[in-house]
């Protein structure tokens, strides 16, 4: 017995020790850690800006409602006094209260400071009010595809807000206090704050009126062609920076056209089509470059030529003509341009338009960009020499066509587009992006000879309609059939792309169409958007007239 009393004296002896001495810090840690309430501190998002620092994208700081239901006293009362406030269903707040287990439950994300001192007001124990940002876009609609948007948690989930969404978001940081059983902060408890660190800003090369002038002028002419939809881009020709870029939804169950949504299609990214007769540009450039032809070079040009299996024909019908290379690119001859298309053969076609950039992203980093559809020579069929050199059987984004007649300007060198001209980190300190490198695609002759025939298209050929009073402006008009291609009713792709003044280039832009009612030609209803654009954006760069010449009469 003496024993055991003696082994029983023992172990109290040892769990006496255990409480005074060695379990004092743990048991001391775990009275603490019931008491400190932490709650993650979201970082502020970086803005984005239009390249003159117009908010384009900015967050705002709100209050963000959550609760401890571990010291909810009564669920249902606290539902019930909680759910008119927030606007919410009582039944279900009731039961998001009610799991004693959860230490953060979310209640109500981003309420204004109106919401959060009415709920403060209640003074019901557990729940509290933390800061988080959310983002407003002021411009409203204006380049909301471009721009994207985040969700509740302020990640992107489209656009820009996706593709920068790293550098946007910060770091986030913590806030931890030491509450009383009833949820409250005690006063001279512990306390700490690690502060979050705000997400960079982004200075973007969008011009805010110039983007607005793009979209108004592009639903116009949806609305009035009763288009499925349009876009349009502007872009300076030397340094690649994207100016505008316009995406159009057409009228439907009764509505008129709008500006596309942010979570619509960004169009000229993302969207590919067949180029049809801008992409006359492409053969007749790698033909000079080639040398296989001169811009006086002539062709006894028929109404209609076979192609393997395929029967092509020009729109307006005529006898043999004897045309220049210059001729057959400003009235748009398709048998024309397919017999330059043969002389310069189909590996040298490929080889010329994968060198323009098709087939291939363009670089911005756009989620979702399209690499357009280009078949590999060993995949031609046929009828390939009569589609391809005339812009059918391939597909291009709007971006890669117009960067196409951007590196034409910019004397045969490619300057790859960009978005983003800086970034602002959390110190307020820019950071220049750097351009990336340019290429040479063509000669500068090559480049020159096909820029003098452009001007031509609008000086009297089929792009009258894009001229500009003041200015010499060269461009290409395009007219293409969409799928299904072999019965009717048919639609069509309409399309001009362009650059001015046509002696000196700064600014190029393309406007693309999508199933126009109201006439199917690119000069009839792309080339007056692209005059319009253009024309605004020549002036408000102040850009010096090139010719006090009138504008020529419009004509088909």
Known sequence: MLVVALIAFAIIGLRLIDLQAVGERRYTRLGLDQRIHTAKLAAERGHIFDRHGNDLAVSVEQQTIYADDRVIGDPATAAAKLAPVLGLDEGTLRVKLADRKKAFVYLARKVDDGVASRVAALHIGGIAAAPESKRFYPSGTIAAPLLGFVGTDNNGLFGLETSYDKLLTGRPGELS???????????????????????????????????????????????????????????????????????????????????????????????????????KVLTVSGALEQGVVRPDTVFQVPAAIQIGNGRFEDHDPHGVTPWSVADILRISSNVGAIMIGRQLGPTRLDATMRAF????????????????????????????????????????????????????????????????????????????????????????????????????????????????????????????????????????????????????????????????????????????????????????????????????????
């Open 177 to 279: 206090v030491e509450r009383d059983p009833q949820g409250r902060e005690i006063p001279n408890g512990q306390r700490s704050v690690r502060p979050a660190e705000r997400g960079s800003d982004l200075l973007l090369t969008i011009d805010q009126g110039m983007q607005y002038a793009t979209e108004r002028a592009l639903v116009d002419e949806v609305n009035v062609s009763n288009a499925k939809g349009g876009m349009a881009v502007i872009v300076d020709v030397q340094t690649g920076d994207i100016l505008s870029m316009a995406s159009v939804d057409g009228p439907a169950n009764g509505h008129p056209a709008v500006p596309t949504p942010a979570n619509g299609h960004n169009r000229p990214l993302t969207d590919v089509y067949e180029p049809g007769s801008t992409n």
């Open 357 to 556: 950039g098709f087939g291939q992203p363009t670089g911005l980093g756009y989620p979702g960009e399209a690499s357009g559809i280009l078949l590999p020579v060993s995949k031609y069929s046929d009828t390939s020499m009569g589609t391809i050199p005339t812009g059918n059987g391939l597909a291009v984004t709007a971006m890669q066509m117009l960067d196409v007649y951007r590196t034409i300007a910019n004397g045969g060198v490619a300057q790859p587009p960009r978005f983003v001209a800086a970034t602002i980190d959390a110190h307020g300190v820019r950071h220049a992006v750097a351009r990336k490198p340019s290429r040479r695609v063509v000669a500068t002759q090559t480049a020159d000879e096909v820029r003098t025939m452009l001007a031509g298209v609008v000086k009297d050929g089929t792009g009258t309609k894009a001229a500009i009073p003041g200015y010499d402006v060269a461009g290409k008009t395009g007219t293409a059939r969409k799928p299904p291609y072999d019965h009717p009713p048919y639609s069509y792709m309409a399309s001009f792309a362009g650059f001015a003044p046509a002696e000196s280039p700064r600014l190029a832009a393309i406007v693309v169409i999508d199933k126009p009612q109201s006439s199917i030609y690119g000069g009839d209803v792309a080339a007056p958007v692209f005059s319009r654009i253009m024309q605004y954006a020549l002036r408000l760069e102040q850009v010096p007239t090139s010719s006090l010449s009138p504008a020529p009469s419009p004509s088909r």
